[in-house]
């Protein structure tokens, strides 16, 4: 079930707001989604605020100008792998509201035009505003938004292309290398700046994170397997010792992804999910020595 | 790790090739449950999945168990229900194994039964006295105070006298002495049952004893939860320097685990604060007491059939090889004068009809998760299409993380059957359990009963500025359910 809220872009000053209540199966005709994966981040609050989509429209032929925006997660490239698109038509926004079921839905691709001028953003960003102040829901939503908005909005200032790798300034990448649990190596490439647990999310490995990230669990705990890496970690603060002590599995280079920061020291870097079926104890095992 | 290839080929080949409906049934929607359900789903393309529950709410110890003051580890909620919005998943709460249908009944119904249906009894000390009033488990007083339908009339004595006993020192025992020293103005705005709110408002508690029977080296606690009850304000933590003293044994113990040396580092910082601290008297103190075990309850005089202390014997630590230790008695007694006592020392499985159990460990004998029949000798016979998974697999240990591992081994056990044939027979599966259940009016509740008692306990919660006030009666829950 989800809530979508529709804006119409023939006027892009006023805005008309349509609220409708669909599943997926039975969405309007000819709209287009966006599925968008929210960054993780520490507090569930803010995770649970930012879970939700937002679509592009195609060239209204009414309208100047097309507007649209993105969310912050948008940026990375691995992203754009993970976006669902449907045929819009009427050129309206859905913003959807806990819409995914599984988690994400991953599939296709970015559509071919994606238009993207600045000003259209602005006069978008305060007429969704204006919208966003008159529902509750998304009330606390607003800030996040714009933070999203106009944080990294130089990528496309200047870019009218239809991939997000081209543009004006990339965010640099480094190659991390899972090894999961039945041995196989999964090739990723990470922004700096994200987290290993919203990496492998964004990825599709299997890499559990109950806690989504408040330091409250020790299911993203991931084996880093060459020490060299393991010391160009920053050291764990006792918080997340703490979690470590609980985890399976546990090793000497043993870190939370969640707390696995990416930058540029740790390119190549190799990270193990621990597995039941890899000849550790499923209970009472003895960790070895810290 | 051919043995991998093996695996991963086969999961593969049938996650591929087998569209033939593969009918999984599993008991217990706590995490071992979901676990298993997400596993079993990811792993089988034509498997359909149904969680049953005696509740008409899911996620078990999670939603039951997790203290009020803990909401990030409540988290996971929104992972398990995502797989319980699958739509090869169903979850099917108000049906309870052993009244409503029976285990064979079930495996009749389904391919594959898993029970995930944890630990809902308690161990006894076995002691004199137990029986007394005012002597309850840290598992009933947990549930009465998150609002589990079973126990929100258990209304336990919180005015009688300053003190409790609680028996343990593991984190529930440590939960339990936080929600009952926690200011209340602190707890108001979390989603404990308000029956419970009022009961500690009006509470005179101001002591709690948590009392182990060895020592800080060997406390079951972890550093997190000690860290957190150490730095409550206003609360005073009292623990004996003797108790502090290491041994050898001890030395090797810390060695080899670095929670236990990071744990009685704290024990240490706390006990040397403690001590420089004055005293007040209005004030709550947590007194950590080491090298006690309980011999008996002692009744009061004025209330008769009422605790009105408990009788401690002291104990040394003798090592008993592998670098274990256990409690000795040494014949000194001491009394410990308190109106209620919490026993935390571990959950118990309930067995059901049908079901191997040891009794003696309080599990269900499984060889990787099959449940085993019989063992002769070397040999295990398994039941065919039966299997474990959580606390009713390893015994009440873990958190909830464990249970990830736990069901990772139990779906490779269910996978690996799969791929030997086991099953070519035909199941009712989801439709059987429905005609069954229509058959004998049960009143079932599926998940978007459990939505619509989400929403009106987060509408309820919006209104006393809480995240949710839970609805703690089975007639309320079942109202809302069929909303």
Known sequence: ?290 | MSRYLARYMVSRYFSSASSRPLHVCIVGSGPAGFYTADKVLKAHEGAHVDIIDRLPTPFGLVRSGVAPDHPETKIAINQFSRVAQHERCSFIGNVKLGSDLSLSELRDLYHVVVLAYGAESDKDLGIPGESLSGIYSAREFVWWYNGHPDYSCLKPDLKTSDSAVILGQGNVALDVARILLRPTTELASTDIATHALSALKESSIRKVYLIGRRGPVQAALTAKELREVLGIKNLHIRIKQTDLSVTPADEEEMKTSRARKRIYELLSKAAAAAKTSKADPDQRELHFVFFRQPDQFLESDERKGHVSGVNLQKTILESVGTGKQIAVGTGEFEDLNCSMVLKAIGYKSVPVNGLPFDHKKGVVPNVKGRVVSHTSGDISQTEPGLYVCGWLKRGPVGIIATNLYCAEETVGSISEDIEEGVWKSSKAGSKGLMQLLEKRKVKKVEFSGWEKIDAKEKQMGIERNKPREKLVTWEDLLAAAAN
């Open chain 1, 1 to 290: 079930m989800y809530i979508g809220i529709g804006l119409d872009w023939s006027d892009p000053v006023r805005y008309g707001c349509e609220k409708f209540v669909g599943t997926s199966k039975n969405k309007p005709e000819g709209f287009r989604i966006l599925l968008v994966k929210e960054r993780k981040k520490k507090s569930a609050e803010i995770l649970r605020r930012r879970r939700f989509c937002l679509s592009s429209p195609r060239t209204n032929p009414k309208s100047s100008f097309t507007p649209f925006f993105h969310l912050q997660a948008l940026l990375s490239s691995n992203l754009s792998k993970s976006l669902k698109l449907i045929p819009l038509g009427g050129a309206k926004i859905m913003v959807f509201h806990r819409l995914s079921r599984l988690g994400s839905r991953i599939v296709k691709e970015l559509p071919r035009e994606r238009h993207l001028p600045v000003f259209g953003m602005r006069i978008l960003h305060r007429s969704y505003g204006q919208y966003l102040q008159s529902s509750p829901m998304l009330q606390r939503q607003t800030r996040s938004f714009k933070e999203a908005l106009f944080s990294n909005n130089h990528k496309f200032c200047t870019s009218f292309s239809t991939t997000s790798e081209k543009g004006g300034k990339e965010t640099e990448k480094i190659n991390v290398i899972f090894v999961d649990k039945d041995g196989e190596e999964i090739h990723i490439k990470v922004p700096i700046g994200m987290n290993i647990l919203e990496a492998a999310h964004e990825n599709d490995i299997e890499l559990e994170g109950a806690c989504e990230g408040s330091l409250a669990c020790s299911t993203c705990h991931v084996i880093v397997m060459d020490t060299e890496y393991y010391n160009k970690l920053e050291e764990p603060t006792d918080e997340e010792n703490d979690m470590l002590d609980l985890a399976f599995g546990l090793t000497a280079t043993s870190r939370l992804g969640c707390q696995v920061i990416a930058k540029p020291e740790l390119d190549g870097v190799r990270l193990a999910i621990p597995s039941a079926t890899r000849n550790f104890a499923v209970d009472g095992f003895v960790p070895k020595p810290h």
